[in-house]
C-alpha cells in the first residue's frame, strides 16, 4: 500500500472523528458554564455536590470512564451506544476542565462589576448574563480552544470501543498490511489536518470577542 | 438573599440533567429467538488474519465467520453483522451484548469457562514462536528464554499463548504483553523484544504479509508440555453469553453437521489452516475441566 492510499484510507474515518468531536461539544459546552456558574455560585453542601461530580469527569482517566460506561453498564441494564458513551465520556470530561475555566474567569473578575450592576437596579441573573458573562467570555476563550483540540485528539480513544474513526482505521489497515511506521505517519498528518485549522479559527475567534476590551488574559 | 435562589434552582436543574443522563431499552426475547426472527447475528471479531476478519469489499472472513456462516445459514439467518475490537475486549464485549457469539478464535480454557460458556471445540491451534531473522539467541523453547534472563518475550495481552509462557516458568520480568498483534510484531522488528510467543497459525498468516522482514519463525519451537509429556495446544470455539445456552445447544448441533459432512475441514483447509489444525477429540467439558497444564 502507498503512504497515499494508507491516507486516502485514514480519511474514511474522519467522519466519525467529526461526528464524535460535535457530539462531545455538545456535551461539553453546556457543562463546562452549567457546573462552572453553579461551583462560582454555590455555597455549603450544594458545592460539594457540585464539585463532586466535576471532579468525577475531570478528575477519571477517559480510558477507564469509557471501558466502564460500555462494557460495565450494561451488565445493570443500562445500554447506551458505542457513539453515546465515547462522546458523553469525552465531552463531559473537557467540559469537566472547562468549568474551572469558567470559574476561573468569573472570579477574576473585579467585584465592582457586580456592585456596579446591582447600583443600577438589575437582579443577580441579569448581572451574570450582561455584565459577567461577556467579559469572562474573553478570557476563557484561549482556554476553550485548547480543550477543544484536546478533544479532537481524545476521540483517538473511541477506536477501543468499536468505532470506525481515524485511529480505529488506521489500527484495521496495520492489522492486515504491516507497514506501522507509514501507517501513523499518515495518522499523525491526518490529526494535524484537523487541528491546526482549528488552532488558526481559535485565534480569530478570541481576536473578536476580546475587541475592544483592554487586557487580554491568559490562563 | 431572595436574589440567589434563581442561581439555587439553576443549579438544582444542573444536578438533576446530570442524573437522568442514563436510558434504557429492555430486550425482553432470548438471543435465539431474536436471531432467528430477525435472520442476522452479530459476531465479534479482532479483525486478525486468519482467525476473523474484515476483508477487502467490507465483508468479515476468516476461520470462525465461515463456520458461523455455514452453521446458520441452513436456519435462514444468512445476514453476518460484525463488531471489531481488541482480542481482550471479546469476552467483556459478549458480555455487554455488543454482540452474540465471538468468532475471534478464543480458546476453551477453565478461567474463560468460568464467565461465558463455549460450543465444542472447532480447531486445534498449536503456539509458535517469532524471532530474529537467523535466530541470534538460538531461542527454541521456553527452557531457553528462561535459562537467559536476558531475553525479552512479547506475547499478547490476554492471550492464552501467553499465558502458557508464564505456566511455562517464564519469569514476569521477562515478559512484555502488548495490546496486539501489529504491535508484538512491530516490537520484535525495533528489537524491544528477542521473541514473541503466538499462535503457530497467526505466525503463518503474518509471514504471508511481504511487509514483514528481518524476523523469522524459530524451527524447531517446544512448547508447554501437559502431565503426560503432550505439548499443549489451545482448542478454539465460539463463547456464548452464559444464559444462551439454547443458541449454543443449537449451534453444537449445526456444527455436529458440518464435522460428519466433512464441510468443517474444507473451511479449516480453505482460510490457511493445515491439517494440524482440525478438530480434537475432546469436548468443551472436558476442556472447561482440564487442570492447569505443568510447568
Given at each position: 500500500?502507498?503512504?497515499?492510499?494508507?491516507?486516502m484510507?485514514?480519511?474514511a474515518?474522519?467522519?466519525v472523528t467529526?461526528?464524535v468531536?460535535?457530539?462531545?461539544m455538545?456535551y461539553?459546552?453546556?457543562?463546562?458554564?452549567?457546573?462552572?456558574?453553579?461551583?462560582?455560585?454555590a455555597?455549603?453542601?450544594?458545592?460539594?455536590?457540585?464539585?463532586?461530580?466535576?471532579?468525577?469527569?475531570?478528575?477519571?482517566p477517559?480510558?477507564v470512564?469509557?471501558?466502564?460506561?460500555?462494557?460495565?453498564l450494561?451488565?445493570?441494564?443500562?445500554?447506551?451506544?458505542?457513539?453515546?458513551?465515547?462522546?458523553?465520556?469525552?465531552?463531559l470530561?473537557?467540559?469537566?476542565?472547562?468549568?474551572?475555566?469558567v470559574?476561573?474567569?468569573?472570579?477574576?473578575?473585579?467585584?465592582?462589576?457586580?456592585e456596579?450592576?446591582?447600583?443600577?437596579?438589575?437582579?443577580r441573573?441579569?448581572?451574570?448574563?450582561?455584565i459577567e458573562?461577556?467579559?469572562?467570555?474573553?478570557?476563557?476563550?484561549?482556554?476553550?480552544?485548547?480543550?477543544?483540540?484536546?478533544?479532537?485528539?481524545?476521540?483517538?480513544?473511541?477506536?477501543l470501543v468499536?468505532?470506525?474513526?481515524?485511529?480505529?482505521?488506521?489500527?484495521?489497515?496495520?492489522?492486515?498490511?504491516?507497514?506501522?511506521?507509514?501507517?501513523?505517519?499518515?495518522?499523525?498528518?491526518a490529526y494535524?489536518l484537523m487541528?491546526?485549522?482549528a488552532?488558526?479559527l481559535?485565534?480569530?475567534?478570541?481576536?473578536?470577542?476580546?475587541?475592544?476590551?483592554g487586557?487580554?488574559?491568559?490562563? | 438573599?431572595?436574589?440567589?435562589?434563581?442561581l439555587?434552582?439553576?443549579a438544582?436543574?444542573?444536578?438533576?440533567?446530570?442524573?437522568?443522563?442514563?436510558?434504557?431499552?429492555?430486550?425482553?426475547?432470548?438471543?435465539?429467538d431474536?436471531?432467528?426472527a430477525?435472520k442476522s447475528?452479530?459476531?465479534?471479531?479482532?479483525?486478525?488474519?486468519?482467525w476473523g476478519?474484515?476483508?477487502?469489499?467490507?465483508?468479515?472472513?476468516?476461520?470462525?465467520?465461515?463456520?458461523?456462516?455455514?452453521?446458520?445459514?441452513?436456519?435462514?439467518?444468512?445476514?453476518?453483522?460484525?463488531?471489531?475490537?481488541e482480542?481482550?475486549?471479546?469476552?467483556?464485549?459478549l458480555?455487554?451484548?455488543?454482540?452474540?457469539?465471538?468468532?475471534?478464535?478464543?480458546?476453551?480454557?477453565?478461567?474463560?469457562?468460568?464467565?461465558?460458556?463455549?460450543s465444542?471445540?472447532?480447531?486445534?491451534s498449536?503456539?509458535?514462536?517469532?524471532?530474529?531473522a537467523?535466530?541470534?539467541?538460538?531461542?527454541?523453547?521456553?527452557?531457553?528464554?528462561k535459562?537467559?534472563p536476558?531475553i525479552?518475550?512479547?506475547?499478547g495481552?490476554?492471550?492464552?499463548?501467553?499465558?502458557?509462557?508464564?505456566?511455562?516458568?517464564?519469569?514476569?520480568?521477562?515478559?512484555?504483553?502488548?495490546?496486539?498483534?501489529?504491535?508484538?510484531?512491530?516490537?520484535?522488528?525495533?528489537?524491544?523484544?528477542?521473541?514473541?510467543i503466538?499462535?503457530?497459525?497467526?505466525?503463518?498468516?503474518t509471514?504471508?504479509?511481504p511487509?514483514i522482514?528481518?524476523?523469522?519463525?524459530?524451527?524447531?519451537?517446544?512448547?508447554?508440555?501437559d502431565?503426560?509429556?503432550?505439548?499443549?495446544?489451545?482448542?478454539?470455539?465460539?463463547?456464548?453469553?452464559?444464559?444462551?445456552?439454547?443458541?449454543?445447544?443449537?449451534y453444537?448441533?449445526?456444527l455436529k453437521?458440518?464435522k460428519?459432512s466433512?464441510?468443517?475441514?474444507?473451511i479449516?483447509?480453505?482460510?490457511?489452516?493445515?491439517?494440524?489444525?482440525?478438530?480434537?477429540n475432546?469436548?468443551?467439558?472436558?476442556?472447561?475441566?482440564?487442570p492447569?497444564?505443568?510447568?
Open positions: 500500500m502507498s503512504f497515499l492510499d494508507i491516507f484510507g485514514i480519511l474515518g474522519i467522519d467529526i461526528k468531536t460535535l457530539l462531545g455538545l461539553a459546552v453546556p457543562f463546562a458554564f452549567a457546573f462552572g456558574i453553579a461551583q462560582h455560585f455555597r455549603g453542601p450544594m458545592r460539594m455536590m457540585v464539585t463532586t461530580i466535576i471532579e468525577f469527569w475531570r478528575s477519571s477517559i480510558i470512564l469509557i471501558y466502564g460506561f460500555y462494557f460495565s450494561p451488565g445493570l441494564g443500562v445500554h447506551l451506544s458505542a457513539i453515546t458513551v465515547g462522546s458523553m465520556v469525552l465531552g470530561n473537557i467540559g469537566g476542565y472547562g468549568s474551572q475555566a470559574r476561573a474567569a468569573l472570579q477574576a473578575l473585579d467585584k465592582g462589576q457586580v456596579a450592576g446591582y447600583a443600577l437596579g438589575l437582579r441573573l441579569p448581572i451574570l448574563w450582561l458573562l461577556p467579559q469572562a467570555l474573553a478570557a476563557m476563550t484561549p482556554t476553550f480552544i485548547n480543550q477543544f483540540i484536546q478533544l479532537v485528539k481524545g476521540t483517538s480513544l473511541v477506536s468499536t468505532l470506525a474513526d481515524m485511529t480505529f482505521v488506521a489500527k484495521a489497515i496495520s492489522q492486515i498490511n504491516y507497514a506501522p511506521a507509514k501507517i501513523y505517519t499518515a495518522l499523525l498528518i494535524f487541528c491546526y485549522p488552532t488558526i481559535g485565534r480569530m475567534i478570541e481576536q473578536r470577542v476580546s475587541r475592544g476590551r487586557a487580554s488574559h491568559e490562563f | 438573599m431572595m436574589r440567589r435562589s434563581g439555587k434552582s439553576l438544582y436543574a444542573v444536578l438533576g440533567v446530570a442524573a437522568s443522563l442514563a436510558s434504557m431499552p429492555v430486550h425482553a426475547q432470548s438471543t435465539k431474536r436471531i432467528l430477525q447475528v452479530t459476531i465479534g471479531i479482532h479483525n486478525r488474519i486468519p476478519y474484515r476483508d477487502a469489499s467490507g465483508n468479515v472472513a476468516g476461520l470462525q465467520p465461515a463456520i458461523i456462516r455455514a452453521a446458520l445459514a441452513p436456519l435462514g439467518v444468512t445476514e453476518v453483522k460484525f463488531v471489531i475490537g482480542f481482550n475486549t471479546m469476552i467483556p464485549g458480555l455487554a451484548q455488543r454482540f452474540d457469539m465471538t468468532a475471534a478464535g478464543v480458546a476453551i480454557t477453565p478461567p474463560r469457562c468460568a464467565s461465558v460458556i463455549f465444542e471445540p472447532d480447531l486445534t498449536g503456539d509458535g514462536l517469532m524471532v530474529a537467523g535466530n541470534p539467541l538460538k531461542i527454541h523453547s521456553f527452557e531457553d528464554i535459562r537467559n536476558q525479552r518475550l512479547g506475547g495481552r490476554g492471550s492464552a499463548n501467553a499465558q502458557h509462557a508464564v505456566s511455562a516458568g517464564v519469569p514476569a520480568a521477562q515478559m512484555h504483553l502488548f495490546q496486539d498483534v501489529e504491535s508484538t510484531i512491530a516490537a520484535l522488528v525495533a528489537k524491544r523484544v528477542d521473541a514473541v503466538m499462535s503457530a497459525a497467526t505466525i503463518v498468516a509471514m504471508s504479509d511487509n522482514k528481518g524476523v523469522e519463525r524459530a524451527v524447531p519451537f517446544r512448547g508447554l508440555s502431565a503426560d509429556g503432550n505439548e499443549v495446544a489451545l482448542y478454539t470455539a465460539i463463547a456464548f453469553r452464559p444464559a444462551d445456552t439454547d443458541l449454543r445447544d443449537l453444537n448441533e449445526q453437521k458440518l460428519d466433512g464441510e468443517l475441514e474444507k479449516i483447509l480453505q482460510t490457511g489452516f493445515s491439517k494440524d489444525n482440525l478438530p480434537p475432546k469436548t468443551a467439558k472436558e476442556l472447561c475441566l482440564a492447569g497444564p505443568s510447568k
